[in-house]
């Protein structure tokens, strides 16, 4: 059964101070890993597609990679307004549907 | 850009009455749109996708008589929650995924209460 886990579950980190959010996933057949970030009563907000192992993607202080059982997301010198919940989603070759992981919640304090 | 809209973004509404949101994709063509229902705390819970022109598949234990959904054109897709129940209350969110293209953009989501 396909699925997705996200670590930890919520993060506090203080301004500045880097770290990693991982998602975990076991699926038949990737054809994408997908990071969002989404902000209370907001929809998910599209960050990265992962398209296969050793692909990395950046957007300013976000770095997202892919191996064939995880991907990270690296977040660099990070500020308040990175505070959010990420979630992790894949998608299979053969559905179209996409699975959500069930989120890491960050908080940056100043 | 790949702007997907959702209206309303609150509707509070009586029980036994029918509430429809829809959900547009403005700047591409979307042949695959999603729905989905998140509750407090928790992750997004797929209820059902929908291809232009054809009947919606429906996740296991969701209701395709109470939650009614349309996708009449390649940037349209609704859905209506049938006699609403207190139960029903929850944030609805749509997606839409780009033609030819495997990433899905939402929209702002629905905060649905039912009195």
């Known amino acids: 059964e396909d699925q997705v886990t996200q670590s930890p579950e919520a993060l506090r980190l203080q301004e500045g101070e880097s770290s990693s959010l991982n998602c975990s996933y076991t699926?038949?057949?990737?054809?994408?890993l997908f990071w969002y970030r989404q902000d209370p009563g907001k929809g998910p907000e599209f960050l990265f597609t992962?398209?296969?192992a050793g692909e990395e993607k950046e957007k300013e202080r976000l770095k997202a990679t892919l191996t064939k059982k995880e991907s990270f997301l690296h977040i660099t010198a990070p500020k308040p307004e990175d505070s959010a919940t990420y979630l992790c989603?894949?998608?299979?070759?053969?559905?179209?549907?996409?699975?959500f992981g069930s989120g890491t919640r960050l908080s940056i304090r100043p | 850009g790949a702007v997907v809209s959702q209206h309303p973004s609150r509707v509070i509404c009586k029980s036994g009455t029918s509430v429809k949101i829809e959900c547009r994709s403005l700047d591409f063509q979307a042949t695959t749109m999603f729905w989905y229902r998140q509750f407090p705390k928790q992750s997004l819970m797929l209820m059902a996708t929908s291809n232009e022109g054809s009947k919606a598949t429906y996740e296991q234990g969701v209701e395709k008589d109470k939650f009614l959904i349309n996708h009449a054109s390649l940037t349209l897709s609704t859905l209506t929650v049938t006699s609403a129940h207190p139960e029903d209350s929850s944030f609805y969110i749509c997606?839409?995924?780009?033609?030819?293209?495997?990433?899905?953009?939402f929209g702002q989501g629905t905060r649905l209460t039912v009195v």
């Open positions: 992962l398209y296969s």
């Open positions: 989603a894949v998608r299979h070759s053969s559905a179209s549907k996409i699975i």
């Open positions: 997606s839409a995924e780009k033609t030819g293209i495997f990433e899905a953009f």
């Open positions: 699926v038949s057949g990737l054809r994408g």
